[in-house]
């Protein structure tokens, strides 16, 4: 039974200590950005983490098969439709040999683990669900986060959740959740959330340093919360009655389909200016991941 394959590149790394940053698929398939956007995001996610010298390691499930790091001809395929694929549905994936399952950040940090990647890139994370209470809406990213060595590295959480709640659960499931070089925690689109960040980190090797010590402890995983480049970053003001309006519009869907469906209906009523700023902290996201590996490795070495 064939269960993981990692690519040659990505071997050669791990084996020789180097630097890697793992990156999920689903924004990049046709459940996360459109196109072409979505080929822009993985050239420029990519290219960030190569220009601070670590390889990235994008996830997916292709033809049955958990991959882990991708061959360039295989980038054609994770820009096409796909089947979501949360840390719950690899086995499924796997049993059903699905042809592209486009990996969450809860499924992308199972494989990173799997394979002996510390340090992952994200643009947000899946987090508590605006009325919970009702639709016991909370994305199987937030456990994933705390059960995997992996650190996360995010720009928070998606707008169109609850930011309090979403914090005060990875409180209770005991992961450190630090600001770079913020007190908030970040919103995605906005800077600033109003929601305090638990710890407020300066550096890549502050960050390294308190990834190893959890590691070493076998504490579970890290998140690290990256505002968006101030340039890019669409006030919160803003983006609310985006959110408002694209919620009003998918309150009767449940399940796997909320995410993807919300994202798409944001990027639909501010008529695509919500994907700029998409791409741009899914780069960052990349460029402060790989700056963390590096440390990381430093440290290791
Ligand atoms: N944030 C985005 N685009 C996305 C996602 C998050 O800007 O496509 C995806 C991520 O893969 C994340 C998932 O892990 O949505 C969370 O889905 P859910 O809420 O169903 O757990
Ligand atoms: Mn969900």
Redesign the pocket.
């Known amino acids: 039974m064939p269960q993981l394959r990692i690519s040659a590149e990505v071997q050669d790394a791990l084996a020789h200590g180097h630097a890697v940053v793992g990156l999920?698929s689903?924004?990049y398939s046709n459940?996360?950005l459109p196109s072409p956007a979505n080929h822009e995001a993985l050239q420029r996610s990519t290219d960030a983490i190569r220009a601070q010298g670590a390889v990235p390691a994008i996830t997916a499930i292709l033809d049955g098969v958990a991959c882990v790091g991708l061959e360039p001809r295989e980038h054609e395929r994770i820009l096409g439709p796909a089947q979501k694929t949360?840390e719950r549905d690899i086995a499924v994936a796997l049993t059903q040999r699905w042809q592209f399952g486009a990996t969450?950040?809860?499924a992308s940090l199972a494989l990173c683990a799997a394979a002996g990647i510390s340090v992952f890139a994200?643009?947000?994370?899946?987090g508590v669900h605006l009325g919970s209470e009702e639709t016991g809406d909370i994305?199987?990213?937030l456990g994933a986060i705390a059960l995997h060595p992996v650190l996360t590295v995010c720009a928070g959480a998606?707008a169109f959740l609850n930011i309090p709640q979403t914090v005060e659960f990875l409180e209770t499931e005991a992961v450190p959740v630090l600001g770079y070089q913020t007190d908030e925690f970040p919103m995605?689109y906005a800077r600033s959330s109003g929601v305090r960040a638990p710890v407020r980190v300066e550096s890549p090797a502050e960050v390294a340093e308190i990834l190893a010590h959890r590691l070493i402890w076998d504490q579970g995983g890290v998140l690290l919360a990256v505002p968006i480049p101030a340039a890019d970053a669409i006030p919160a003001e803003e983006i609310l009655g985006a959110i408002e309006a694209a919620l009003s519009r998918t309150s009767d869907v449940r399940g796997?389909a909320?995410?993807?469906l919300v994202?798409e209906q944001i990027a639909e009523i501010t008529g695509g200016r919500s994907i700029p700023a998409?791409l741009s902290l899914a780069e960052n996201n990349a460029s402060v991941a790989a700056q963390v590996a590096v440390a990381f490795a430093r440290l290791l070495a």
């Open positions: 999920e689903t924004i459940l996360g949360a969450t950040v809860s994200t643009g947000g994370i899946g994305s199987g990213d998606k995605f796997a909320v995410t993807p994202l998409n």
